[in-house]
């Protein structure tokens, strides 16, 4: 098994927590509040803005009504399986984001 390049992880951790979210039809408000955090901490994890504690993890999963070894192990996956975007391609996403510009 190949360690994981740096960011990939984190980035595949984010995507798996909005992923979970939109299956549950929850706000970012209505998780970070579930997972006792503030919004913009939420909402930077789930930007992949900043790297997820284990203790974040374990929050966010409870309120996401799942385990944090379950959305690790979907997110290993997705990294194993190379379904990580290179840095290059996150950074544009997160570009696109930050002035709103959708991708068709």
Do not use: C
Request: aromatic residues 8%; charged residues 35%; neutral net charge.
């Amino acid at each position: 098994m190949a360690l994981a390049r740096r960011g990939e992880l984190n980035w595949a951790l984010s995507r798996e927590i909005f992923t979970r979210r939109e299956e549950l039809g929850l706000s970012q408000k209505e998780t970070a509040s579930r997972a006792g955090m503030r919004y913009n901490v939420y909402q930077r994890l789930e930007y992949d803005e900043r790297a997820m504690t284990v203790e974040q993890l374990a929050a966010i999963a409870d309120a996401l009504e799942t385990t944090g070894d379950e959305i690790y192990k979907a997110a290993k996956g997705r990294v194993d399986r190379g379904e990580v975007p290179t840095f290059s391609e996150r950074a544009a996403e997160k570009l696109d984001a930050a002035i709103g510009y959708r991708r068709k």
